[in-house]
């Protein structure tokens, strides 16, 4: 079945250090792919997307990366700060089929002050 | 301000007794969606709706109900709460291949 996982469920960063947070994906079907950040207490915010016809999207520093070949993609944080400590989702989904967005089990980021 | 907003954000209840936990979203979405959060388990959707009056199963349905009545609102209902249901729970909204946003959050707990 369809599965998002992540390769590391914690993650401790020094501030202003970049950080790397990965996840594979199952469904080779799915041509949307969304991070999330979710702070304790909170629901999880949108941080950045891409679409399957790209390899590689920039925020402010957020970059997302997409590797379909190995079905594949990575959040990297630069700089990162205090505020940046939260638990990370990738999900993904298809854009032709019914919006359910399939969620990983999330890494915790901890940053260091 | 565009929100996704849920009450109550904190519920204990018994087994048995229904409750209904609400969602509300003032984007003009048409898409609806509610998750649980389980600790290991990551997200997973409980039930979602296309549109008003359009509502359709998720991966964990069981022991829930939804409604879309309107275009804004989107309860869940446990008819008969049981304790395999205590868990953190989300409501979504977006547009068709939007970007989802979530409310704040509902932690249930059943004894």
């Known amino acids: 079945g369809e599965s998002v996982g992540l390769h590391l469920p914690t993650l401790s960063v020094q501030e202003g250090d970049n950080s790397i947070i990965n996840c594979a994906y199952s469904?080779?079907?799915?041509?949307?792919f969304i991070w999330y950040k979710q702070e304790s207490g909170k629901g999880p915010q949108f941080i950045i997307d891409?679409?399957?016809?790209?390899d590689k999207r920039q925020g402010q520093r957020v970059t997302v990366l997409l590797n379909k070949t190995v079905k594949h993609l990575s959040l990297q944080i630069a700089a990162t700060q205090p505020g940046d400590s939260a638990v990370y989702f990738c999900?993904?989904?298809?854009?032709?089929?019914?919006?359910?967005?399939?969620f990983g089990t999330g890494t915790r980021l901890t940053i260091i002050p | 301000e565009a929100q996704v907003t849920q009450n109550p954000r904190y519920l204990i209840t018994v087994t048995g007794k229904k409750l209904t936990v609400t969602c509300s979203q003032n984007?003009?979405?048409?898409?609806m969606s509610w998750y649980r959060q389980d600790p290991g388990l990551g997200l997973r959707q409980i039930y979602y709706?296309?549109?008003?009056?359009?509502?359709d199963k998720g991966d964990v349905p069981e022991g829930y109900k939804v409604s879309r009545k309107e275009k804004r609102n989107f309860p869940l209902i446990l008819e008969s709460p049981s304790p395999n249901q205590t868990s953190l729970y989300f409501c979504?909204?977006?547009?068709?291949?939007?970007?989802?946003?979530f409310g704040q959050g509902t932690r249930l707990t059943v004894v």
């Open positions: 979504a909204s977006s547009f068709r291949t939007g970007i989802a946003f």
């Open positions: 469904n080779s079907a799915s041509d949307y």
């Open positions: 891409i679409r399957s016809n790209m």
């Open positions: 999900a993904e989904k298809n854009l032709l089929g019914n919006e359910k967005l399939t």
């Open positions: 984007m003009n979405h048409e898409y």
């Open positions: 709706s296309m549109n008003v009056e359009v509502t």
